[in-house]
C-alpha cells in the first residue's frame, strides 16, 4: 500500500504545482490586451487613425494554450490520483471489515453485553464507510491542501509582497470564526453519532425480536420509543449541520473581505505602474484559492 500512496502524492504534487502556475500564465494574456488597448488609446489622442487596437493576438492564443494544457495535465495527474486513493481506501476498508468480522466471532459473550448491537452496526457500516472517506478524500486533501497553501503563498509573494501582507490579513478573522463554531460542531457530531449508535440499536433489538414484541402487544410502545430516539436524532443532527454549515457563510465574507482589499490596492497599484493589471489577476485569482486551501486545513 505504501508505494501506491507515495504515488498518489507524487500525482498530487504535480496537479497542485501546474494548477498553481496557471493563473499567473493566464495573467500575461490580460497584460498583453490591457496594454493593447493603452497603446490604441495613447495613438488615437495623438490623432493617428487606427482601426482597431493594436493587440497582439498571436501571444494572447498562445498563452491561452499554454493555459488549458496546463489544465488538462493537471486534471489528468488528479483523475490519477483520485482513482489511486479510492482504490487503496476501497481495499483498506475491505480489510477492516473483514478483520472485524473475525474479531465479532472471536469476542467472549460479556464483551456483547458491554456493548449494543446497534452500537456494534454503527461501527461496522457508519464508522468504516468514514474511515474510507477519511482515506479517499481526508488524507490526500490535508496533503493537498497543505502542498498548495504553501505553493499560492510563494507565488503570492513573487506577484507583490505587499499585497500578501493584505491576504494575510484574513487569516486572524478565518481562526476567530473556527475557533468559535468548529468546538462547538464537533461537540454536537459526536452526539449525533451516539444517538444514531442507540437509534440502530432500537431499530435492531425491535425487528430481531419482533415476535416477542407482537406477543407481548408492546408494539405501540416500542413505536413511541423509536419516535423519540428519532426526534432526538433530528434535533441533534439539525444542530450539528446548521452549525457546520455556518461555517462557510462566515469564511466567505472573510475571503469577499480580503478580495476587496487586494482589489483596491491592487487597482491602485497598476494607476503607478506599480504592478501589472495581469498580475493583480492573477493575484486575485491566487488569493481565492489561497483562502479555499485555509478553509480546507482549519475545518
Not at 162 to 181: N, R
Not at 202 to 224: C, L, P, S
Request: glycine residues 6%.
Amino acid at each position: 500500500m505504501a508505494p501506491r500512496v507515495i504515488t498518489s502524492v507524487i500525482l498530487a504534487i504535480v496537479s497542485v504545482i501546474l494548477n498553481t502556475i496557471a493563473p499567473k500564465v493566464l495573467g500575461e494574456a490580460t497584460t498583453v490586451l490591457y496594454e493593447g488597448v493603452m497603446k490604441g488609446m495613447r495613438e488615437a489622442k495623438l490623432g493617428m487613425h487606427i482601426t482597431q487596437y493594436p493587440i497582439d493576438m498571436n501571444r494572447i492564443v498562445q498563452i491561452s494554450m499554454q493555459v488549458v494544457l496546463i489544465f488538462v495535465i493537471s486534471g489528468l495527474f488528479s483523475l490519477g490520483q483520485q482513482i489511486l486513493m479510492t482504490r487503496i481506501s476501497q481495499r483498506a476498508v475491505y480489510n477492516l471489515r473483514r478483520d472485524y468480522k473475525h474479531k465479532l466471532a472471536r469476542l467472549p459473550i460479556k464483551a456483547y453485553d458491554q456493548h449494543s448491537n446497534g452500537d456494534l452496526m454503527s461501527r461496522m457500516v457508519n464508522d468504516m464507510d468514514n474511515i474510507a472517506g477519511t482515506l479517499q478524500q481526508g488524507l490526500i486533501q490535508v496533503v493537498t491542501s497543505i502542498l498548495t497553501f504553501v505553493g499560492v503563498l510563494a507565488m503570492m509573494i513573487s506577484i507583490s509582497w505587499k499585497l500578501t501582507l493584505v491576504a494575510l490579513i484574513t487569516i486572524p478573522l478565518s481562526l476567530l470564526v473556527v475557533g468559535f463554531v468548529a468546538p462547538a460542531a464537533q461537540k454536537l457530531f459526536a452526539q449525533q453519532q451516539a444517538t444514531l449508535g442507540k437509534l440502530n440499536d432500537q431499530v435492531e433489538e425491535v425487528y430481531a425480536g419482533h415476535t416477542i414484541v407482537r406477543t407481548f402487544n408492546k408494539e405501540d410502545d416500542e413505536a413511541a420509543t423509536f419516535a423519540k430516539q428519532n426526534a432526538q436524532y433530528y434535533q441533534v443532527a439539525w444542530k450539528a449541520q446548521a452549525l457546520s454549515i455556518l461555517m462557510f457563510p462566515l469564511m466567505a465574507f472573510v475571503r469577499n473581505l480580503g478580495y476587496l482589499m487586494i482589489a483596491v490596492m491592487g487597482a491602485l497599484e497598476v494607476a503607478h505602474g506599480q504592478i501589472t493589471l495581469g498580475n493583480v489577476q492573477a493575484f486575485c485569482n491566487t488569493q481565492t484559492n489561497f483562502h479555499n486551501q485555509l478553509r480546507k486545513l482549519l475545518i
